[in-house]
């Protein structure tokens, strides 16, 4: 095999020729003239028929710039121009359209292919589709920023927690035993928040984390469609039903053991929007008088529930069981 001044082996050119068209990424080789109507594409790959859906004879003498549309990034395109003005090799990415229309993200390393004393003749763009890896990225930003947010409301309630309960005049155990348990409600909601891929927490799923420990002898109904909630309804629907789930434990129908608790729940559709509907009857408890003061749960599903989802809730006290009636507005679908 020959080899060429600077002492490396000289390739055949059909073996490059070979090698550049195996290549899954896409190859340009375009004229050195940046002004319009230059660059000229000179040859393109079968990577990049497969990355644009245009075959080679498409592309052939026609600038680049033909694969832009009104979302590329200016900006980034001007900072390739000011690198190859110089005669520098440049990385970059940008938005692109395919020949049917749709778009996807390309990443490129351009270099010069120069003549002996320095002149560029051409120019060479290795390029990828990079669209899969961009919206991965973007989308754990998303959650990180999410995340983020989450947190610090969680940190807020955990406090106001902490603070409504210490007002509650209640000794150290109980104390303890009410936020501690609040705490723990807290922790169940967000742990099915996280594991949910769009942040979210299905209502069967709030209600199953609560009651799911109480489910015996048919003592509880739950019914109606799967409703998901997002994590800024989520959380303070998870609080609520832990109020009235630890209620009905200490005073209500899961502390007579012949007592029976029914959630239903239903979409409601409305000129205004959408809501979600929910009952929540508690029937052969123990009789139950109205309370002499509010409570932390009556003031969290008075004014928390509301304030934080814009609820309207009726609490009715039966002769055998407490009934809660929620409205909730939902957000819009295309939201």
Same mark, same amino acid.
């Given at each position: ?13 059909? $073996? ?10 896409? @190859? ?47 900006? +980034? ?14 990385? #970059? ?59 610090? =409301?969680? $940190? ?20 303890? *035993?009410?936020?501690?348990?609040? /705490?723990?409600?807290?922790? *169940?909601?967000? +742990? ?7 942040? &979210?927490? +299905?209502?069967?799923?709030? %209600? *199953? ?17 799967? /409703? ?32 029976? %608790? ?13 809501? %979600? ?19 932390? #749960?009556?003031?969290? %599903? =008075?004014?928390?529930?509301? &304030? ?13 069981? @407490? ?9 819009? *679908?295309?939201?």
């Amino acid at each position: 095999m020959d080899r060429d001044e600077s002492g490396f082996a000289t390739v055949d050119l059909r $073996l490059l020729r070979a090698a550049v068209e195996a290549s899954g990424e896409a @190859i340009l080789i375009t004229s050195a003239d940046l002004d319009e109507p230059g660059p000229r594409i000179e040859y393109a790959n079968p990577a990049f028929t497969r990355m644009t859906g245009y075959a080679a004879h498409e592309a052939i003498g026609r600038s680049p710039r033909f694969l832009q549309g009104p979302d590329t990034d200016r900006a +980034a395109l001007d900072r390739v121009r000011a690198a190859l003005r110089a005669g520098e090799a440049t990385q #970059g990415e940008a938005l692109n359209y395919r020949k049917d229309g749709s778009t996807y993200v390309v990443e490129w390393l351009i270099t010069p292919v120069c003549e002996a004393d320095g002149r560029i003749t051409h120019w060479v763009s290795a390029q990828r589709d990079v669209t899969e890896r961009r919206a991965y990225e973007d989308r754990q930003s998303m959650l990180v920023r999410e995340l983020h947010h989450r947190v610090k =409301n969680t $940190l807020a309630t955990v406090q106001a927690v902490f603070n409504a309960t210490a007002r509650s005049g209640l000794s150290v155990a109980e104390f303890t *035993r009410a936020f501690s348990g609040r /705490v723990a409600s807290l922790a *169940r909601t967000h +742990a099915l928040i996280t594991e949910d891929e769009a942040q &979210a927490a +299905a209502f069967e799923g709030l %209600l *199953r984390a609560e009651l799911q420990p109480y489910d015996e002898r048919g003592r509880l109904t739950l019914e109606g469609p799967r /409703v998901v909630l997002p994590s800024e309804i989520a959380v303070p629907v998870g609080m609520a039903l832990h109020e009235l789930t630890t209620n009905a434990l200490r005073h209500g129908a899961l502390a007579d053991p012949d007592g029976r %608790l029914q959630v239903t729940w239903w979409v409601e559709e409305a000129a205004e929007g959408r809501a %979600l509907r929910w009952d929540w009857t508690e029937h052969d408890g123990p009789p139950v008088g109205h309370p002499t003061r509010e409570g932390f #749960g009556s003031r969290l %599903l =008075n004014k928390v529930l509301a &304030a934080q989802t814009g609820a309207e809730v009726d609490v009715a006290f039966a002769s055998d069981g @407490i009934r809660v009636s929620v409205r909730m507005p939902l957000p819009d *679908r295309s939201s």
